[in-house]
Every structure is written in C-alpha cells, then in structure tokens.
C-alpha cells in the first residue's frame, strides 16, 4: 500500500500518473480508507478547486422556474395578505395578458420592488389602473375598426370626402386621450405580439435577494439565497464559467493541499519555511530571498567539495533534499503571494508599523490610541480602507486576547477583597477608583482590561439590604 500523507489531501483526489489510466485509478482506489474514498467518489476536482454537483429530488422546467414569481403562493408569503395577494395576482394577470412566462417574471418583480419602495396600497391601485387602461385600449381597437367600415360604406353611397374628414376631425376631438392613455397605448404597441424588446431589463436573481432583506428574511433563508446564487456562477482551473440548469448547481468544497507542506521539510531545513514568510512579510525582493535561501542551502546540504582528508566529493542524496526543500519553499511562497494579510504586510510599510503595535500592546488604551492614529492615516490616506477594516479586525482580536489572559497579583488581590468586603469597603472602593479621587490606590495602576474586570466584580456585588449598625 502506497504512502498517505495525512497532512495534505492531495493523495486523496490526484490518483498517481501511470501508463494505464483506469489501472492506476483502480490501484489508487483500492489504497484509499474508507473516508477517503468516499471523499473521491462525492467529489469532482477542477484545478484546484475541489466541487460537487447537486440536483433536486425534481427537476423544474426553466419556464415554471421563471414563472413561479407569478404565482398566488409567492404572493402570499411576499405580501402576507390574502386580499392583497389575489389583487396582485388579478391585476398581473391583465397586465401580462399575452405575455410569455420571461415577460410575466419581470413584470412581477418590478412591482415587488415598487411596493417595498412605494408601499402596497399605491402599487395595487396603479397596477390596478393600469389594467383598466389595456382592458379600454383593446376595445377601442374595436370601435376604431367598425367605425373604418362604415366610413368605407358611407364613402361608396356617394358622400363627398370632406364630409367624411370632418367627421373623423369631430371625433378625434371628442375622444382625444391624456398623455397617459397615449404612453399606454405606445407601451401596448411595442409589446404586441411576441416583441418583448420593451420589458424591465432588471437582474430578477438579485432583485430577488434584495427583496428578501428588505422583507427581514431569516439568516437561514438568505444563506439558501446566496447558496443559489453562488451556485449559478462557478469557476474551474482556466476561469470557464460552468452554468448549471434549474435543477443542478455545482458548490465549491474546498481546495487541494499541495502534495509536500512545511512537515515534510528536512528538520535541519524546517526553519527556512519561517524566513522567507517573514522576508516577504517585510518587503524583501522575491530574488533576493531565493538567494539566501540558495546560500543556506548549499551549507545545509553540500552538493560537492573537499572531505577533511583532501578528497573530493559529490553527494546525490543532498542534491535531492535541495530539491525537495526548493520545491516545498516554492509552495510556501505561493501561499504568502495569495494571502492577503501578508500581501499588505508586504505592500503598506503604515499597514505593517500598525499591526505590530497592535500585537505588541498589553493594555486596551494603548490599542485605542494606534486605532485613533489607523484613522488618522486613513483619512489622509496613506492607509486604505481594506487595510483599516482588517487592522480593525486584529485591534478587536487583541482586545478579546488580553481580556482572556491571566490577571495580575494585584488585580487578583483586588479581586479577593471585593468578594469579602462590607457595604462600606464597597463605596470606599467605588470612590477610590472612580477618577482621580485617590491616584495612589493600586487600581489606577492596572491595565484598562484589569479595571474593567474590578468594575465589572464590584457592579456585580449585591449590597446588604440592612446597613450595618453604627
């Protein structure tokens, strides 16, 4: 049985290369565990990428998947209210009268983003208008064809075409038509038909995330949204972009450790890892850690040279752990050049000063006053935005270090008096430590963290509720 490296699941997904692909794929099967296997037989690989593809139990056409909108049951659960809901469904159904499901779709969500910006009662009533409108629109229709009819009839009896135009003039002006009713009448002539050149050219997938944070949706249900959405964009080695159908989606899992990591490093190398994260960390050119690294190794592991008698030699076996080390270094360099941390580390000398201040501080003033300075630096803009945020992140992480860390002798004798003093001793203390009522007690001399615990022990003190007799 082949060697596993359980420190990198790069054994588990890249089977070994061999003359025969199926024999080696079968030989590779049979030295996997259970987990493993059942690891490579769930799981695609893509690069780097490890993925899986899941379908639902029933497909859906892409018709009703883009119709479902439109649908009573989604009205309900979006408007929470049977009338509303059945007025919406009334109205979308005049609205998108001859439209196909696409058209229905976008109409639909339009309308759910107007009534969470507008309201529920002024959409309904517009839509409602509107339905009222298309529903005239198409029997004026009518009545414009009868009344060409018989002005084609009245003009063969022998009735002279002035007579005739000035009728037409006397009716145009009688049933002249609003701005409104003529934008109507425009909307409903570039859609007829199968033309849908003018419908709402809106993204529906993040419409439809939207409306549900505005609607305060569950965590739960905005991490389904999200997962669907992530699910229709997915990407491989080359950047191809992978569009599943209505009812398969491919989520990404995770990705393939490189096949060596830091352990398998010879020990008397395994230090080498730890200068080049923090050469690059501090800006040192990528050539100019490569030739340290060359220079440390050809003491490491000498290749050729002299013995201590004189002789010559040559050494295969410290060539191939030169090798091996260059390739793991190579590794760890790629992992520093995608860390972000690192990269800012390398790329913003103020990023750098700042985040060794915040390790280094042991009290919480001190973390506040670097975070005053980030701010500053950020506003005049030698430090950007995304380095603020994450220094931010390592000023909260610090906090949370050095409220977890072991307390004082001063602050735990603090502590022990709390727990047995007497109401009196309380307000003593509480005076003691409240400002500069007296410098020289030993509170004023403990970290921010510290008094916050003191504090926080004597607040939580229950107080006599029978005062002691003078």
Known sequence: ???????????????????????????????????????????????????????????????????????????????????????????????????????????????????????????LKEMALLAMQLGQLSNQAVDVIEEEVLTFNYNANGCSSNAILAERAAKRKEHRRSLFDQEVEAMTRLTRGRRKAATFAHDDLADWVNDLEASDASIEELDVAFETLEAMDQYDEGGAIIVMSSYERTTACGKVDPEFVEEDMPER????????????????????????????????????????????????????????????????LAECQADFHLI????????????KAVRAATDTRKIGEIMKQAYEARQTGSLPLKHFTTLNTAAQLQRLRLKSAPLSQTAADLLREIETASDGKLRFLRWAMYGNNQPQ????KLSAQEVERVWEAIKSKPSSPYPMAA
């Open 1 to 123: 049985m082949q060697f596993v490296n359980t420190r990198s699941n790069h054994s588990i997904f890249v089977p070994d290369n061999s003359a025969s692909p199926r024999d080696g794929l079968f030989h590779h099967i049979s030295c996997l565990g259970q987990l493993a296997r059942l690891d490579f037989e769930h799981f695609d690989v893509a690069g780097e990428v490890i993925f899986k593809v899941a379908g639902d139990t029933a497909p859906t056409s892409q018709q009703d998947e883009e119709s479902r909108i439109g649908t009573l049951a989604y009205a309900l659960r979006k408007l929470s209210n049977q009338l509303d809901a059945s007025e919406f469904i009334r109205c979308l159904n005049a609205i998108c009268e001859g439209g196909d499901a696409r058209y229905r779709q976008a109409t639909a969500s339009h309308y759910y983003r107007e009534i969470v910006e507008r309201g529920v009662g002024i959409v």
């Open 269 to 332: 190398a395994r230090y080498l890892a730890s200068e080049l994260r923090r050469a690059f960390a501090n800006g040192v050119s990528v050539e100019a850690i490569w030739e340290d690294i060359n220079a440390q190794l050809d003491v490491i592991f000498p290749i050729s040279g002299k013995t201590a008698t004189g002789g010559r030699f040559y050494s295969h076996a410290n060539r191939e752990w030169q090798k091996l080390t260059r390739e793991i270094l190579e590794m760890i």
């Open 344 to 355: 800012a580390f390398r790329t913003c000398k103020t990023y750098r000063q700042f985040h």
């Open 441 to 444: 007690h030993p509170v004023h």
